[in-house]
């Protein structure tokens, strides 16, 4: 149950960082335009 838990958060927080770099490369290249 935990263990399940543990990989529901790790992918959470992947899904977060992926979205940060999206964000992170959508501004950057706003910038750069």
């Known amino acids: 149950?935990?263990?399940?838990l543990?990989?529901?958060k790790r992918i959470y927080q992947?899904?977060?960082a992926?979205?940060?770099i999206?964000?992170?490369i959508?501004?950057?290249y706003l910038d750069c335009v």
């Open 18 to 20: 992926i979205i940060h």
């Open 1 to 4: 149950m935990s263990f399940d």
């Open 22 to 24: 999206i964000a992170l």
């Open 6 to 8: 543990t990989i529901n």
């Open 14 to 16: 992947s899904k977060n």
């Open 26 to 28: 959508i501004m950057i």
